[in-house]
Structure formats: structure tokens, C-alpha cells
């Protein structure tokens, strides 16, 4: 784990790259964003959590570190000894953790609850939409005041711009760094229902409302139709194992 701390005092802002290995984007715009030596106007901790799924180039090396927290310092895991060094350095932090995925090219922002202030933190990333994700249990913004973004597609050019123009709006918003930024105005989505099931080919698009009965997925021939109308997140053919992805509702402006 590689953490550096900018700025005076104690942070009360934390970014945090790569929970996932091969999802660089955050790291990348983390390099771009600390390479211009900005005069920070409040400390910022900046961490990019795992080194050793980043040289190997794969999402984790014995679990999802995003499922591992709190984590266990004597654990059996990898993944659960990181997450139990990772979580103190940004427990008392509003976190912004950056991802990229399998799904959709545009970023858009997950928060495991909606309340002032993950609305606020989730604003202040200028990511369209908001999905909150308390359906699924787990994961670092269930720890701590924060907001993860899916940036873009893994490994894209453009997920690493996208993910810049995140960190250096999220930066902004909150007052860390002197800079251009817009709070966006997003849409709300609620996430209830996973799909379960592998191998499917989604046949639909994230964030395009799926009407009940219409086809979004084929495996061999055989049609998977709606039950009812919802908007699919997170949802691709190939970005999960076990599950195409989730069905959410849309809510309204966040
Ligand atoms: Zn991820």
C-alpha cells in the first residue's frame, strides 16, 4: 500500500485507487493530479491500496479487498491484513474511491447510503448519475463517509480522463485545491435486485430503462425477459463471474 499525505494538518479527505488491481485509472489520475504540486488548501491523504494485484495486473490476489474490510491485521488473507492496514488511514476521512468497470464508459457515483453528506460528496465528483448500492452489503463506503465512482472501462483511455476530471472536481468541490469545478445535479438510481447467473450475453444498456417483458440477456438461445421495468447497473456480459449485474430503479434528482 503506497500512502502520501499532502498538505497541512490532519486530512480530513482521502482518495483512495486501486482496492482493485487491474482498475489503474484512480492510480493514474492520482500520479497525474500530485505530479503538478498544488499549494493544497487542506491535507489530503491519497492512497493506492494494492500494490501487489497491481504488479501482478489482476483485481485481487486471494479475495475482493473490496469485500474484506474491515479486514484482520493476523488474517489469513492477503486482502484481509491490507484492508485492516488500509481502513484506519481513512476511517475519519470523507473518501473518494475510484474504480473503473465492465459496464458503462461514463462515470457515475456509488454511495452505500443517501444522506447530506454522501450527497454532497457524491455532487461533488460532477458524475451524472448516483446509484446507491445499500441493496448490495460490503465494501469501503460501508466504513467510512465516502463515495466511490466507476469511472469508465477498465483499462480505456478514456477511464483515465474521466477519472482526472473526478479527482480534480471532487479536489475542487471540497475546497482542497484551487481549481475550476461544477457540482453536478445527478440522477438518483436504487439498486434492488441482483441477476444472478453466468455466461449470459447482456443484450441491453446501462442506465436504459428495460421495459417488463423485453429481452436483456441470451445464453444459448434462450431469452432473459423483465419481469418488470428497470434500468440495468453494472450490468455486462463479461464483468462478473457468477452474476450479469444489477436491476435498479430510477429515483429522481438526487
Ligand atoms: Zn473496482
Known amino acids: ?13 482521502a482518495v483512495v485507487a486501486c482496492l482493485h488491481g487491474n482498475e489503474l485509472c484512480g492510480k493514474t489520475a492520482v500520479e497525474r493530479v500530485l505530479a ?3 499549494n493544497f488548501r487542506r491535507p489530503v491523504r491519497f492512497v493506492v491500496a494494492n500494490e501487489e494485484a497491481i504488479e501482478k495486473n489482476v483485481r485481487s490476489i ?3 479487498l473490496n469485500r474484506a474490510f474491515p479486514g484482520d491485521s493476523d488474517g489469513k488473507t492477503h486482502e484481509s491484513r491490507l484492508a485492516a492496514e488500509l481502513l484506519p488511514q481513512v476511517r475519519d476521512c470523507s473518501v473518494l474511491d475510484l474504480h473503473s468497470t465492465r459496464s458503462h464508459p461514463e462515470p457515475f457515483a456509488l ?11 457524491a455532487r461533488a465528483t460532477g458524475a451524472p448519475r448516483v446509484v446507491d448500492v445499500s ?3 460490503g465494501g469501503l463506503i460501508d466504513y467510512v463517509d465516502g463515495v466511490a465512482v466507476e469511472c469508465g ?5 478514456r477511464a483515465d480522463r474521466n477519472a482526472e476530471r473526478v479527482l480534480r472536481n471532487f479536489l475542487g468541490e471540497m475546497g482542497a485545491v484551487d481549481t475550476l469545478s461544477d457540482a453536478g445535479d445527478p440522477e438518483l438510481y436504487r439498486i434492488f ?3 444472478e447467473g453466468g455466461d449470459y450475453e447482456f443484450v441491453g444498456e446501462n442506465f436504459v430503462r428495460v421495459e417488463a417483458g423485453e429481452t436483456f440477456a441470451r445464453k444459448n438461445g434462450e431469452e432473459r425477459r423483465a ?3 428497470f434500468y440495468p447497473v453494472l450490468m455486462s456480459t463479461d464483468g462478473y463471474e457468477d452474476i450479469l449485474g444489477f436491476q435498479a430503479e430510477r429515483v429522481g434528482k438526487l
Open 1 to 13: 500500500m503506497h500512502v502520501e499525505t499532502v498538505g497541512d494538518g490532519t486530512p480530513e479527505l
Open 135 to 137: 441493496y448490495i452489503a
Open 227 to 229: 419481469e418488470r421495468a
Open 62 to 64: 486471494d479475495e475482493d
Open 111 to 121: 454511495v452505500a447510503q443517501v444522506n447530506e453528506q454522501t450527497k454532497r460528496l
Open 153 to 157: 472501462l477498465r483499462g480505456s483511455e
Open 193 to 195: 435486485a441482483v441477476v
Open 36 to 38: 503538478e504540486n498544488h
